[in-house]
């Protein structure tokens, strides 16, 4: 679906049909190749229901975000989303110049404090992206959790059990 908006509008809504969803100002903004590169990204991201799937981890951030390790999940989960819809695009399109140049005019338009809408491109991923462009044979390696994460998510449950417990004793 094409919506008539000058910001760059790229991305994937609908949890029972979801739908690819590009502004006007995106095509206007990049050449045909470049903007070939965003909508296979979102592509991945329809073919692999991620929008049903972001629901659900927000839901579950909203009910349980007091406890670090949901909040840790949830954010390796979304860098690793978007890192796999990119392979995909690199993989389509047999090279990794075009989407490279879309996430380099992002980041660029990020850092002129340029509004930009609807954009999952310049997320807390961004780097982990564009690292995966410039070493492709490289692993990469994304922290998942940290000591104080799991010190405190423990502290929580033991507090949680401790009032459970002690509420029913």
């Given at each position: 679906?094409?919506?008539?908006?000058?910001?760059?509008?790229?991305?994937t809504m609908?949890?029972?049909?979801?739908?690819?969803?590009?502004?006007?100002?995106?095509?206007?903004?990049?050449?045909?190749?470049?903007?070939?590169?965003?909508?296979?990204?979102?592509?991945?991201?329809?073919?692999?229901?991620?929008?049903?799937?972001?629901?659900?981890?927000?839901?579950?951030?909203?009910?349980?975000?007091?406890?670090?390790?949901?909040?840790?999940?949830?954010?390796?989960?979304?860098?690793?989303?978007?890192?796999?819809?990119?392979?995909?695009?690199?993989?389509?399109?047999?090279?990794?110049?075009?989407?490279?140049?879309?996430?380099?005019?992002?980041?660029?338009?990020?850092?002129?404090?340029?509004?930009?809408?609807?954009?999952?491109?310049?997320?807390?991923?961004?780097?982990?992206?564009?690292?995966?462009?410039?070493?492709?044979?490289?692993?990469?390696?994304?922290?998942?959790?940290?000591?104080?994460?799991?010190?405190?998510?423990?502290?929580?449950?033991?507090i949680m059990?401790?009032?459970?417990?002690?509420?029913?004793?």
């Open positions: 679906m094409v919506v008539e908006d000058d910001a760059f509008v790229a991305l609908g949890v029972l049909r979801p739908r690819i969803i590009i502004s006007t100002g995106l095509l206007n903004m990049f050449q045909e190749k470049e903007a070939e590169a965003i909508l296979l990204h979102e592509h991945y991201h329809y073919i692999h229901r991620d929008p049903l799937k972001s629901i659900l981890f927000t839901i579950m951030v909203d009910g349980l975000g007091y406890i670090p390790i949901i909040k840790a999940i949830a954010g390796y989960y979304k860098i690793w989303k978007e890192l796999l819809a990119d392979r995909f695009v690199i993989r389509q399109m047999r090279s990794e110049f075009y989407l490279g140049s879309v996430l380099l005019c992002l980041t660029k338009w990020v850092n002129l404090n340029r509004p930009v809408e609807a954009v999952y491109f310049t997320e807390s991923a961004i780097n982990y992206r564009i690292l995966q462009i410039l070493e492709p044979e490289k692993p990469l390696h994304i922290p998942f959790l940290h000591m104080k994460s799991i010190m405190v998510s423990v502290s929580i449950l033991f059990v401790s009032v459970v417990i002690g509420g029913c004793t």
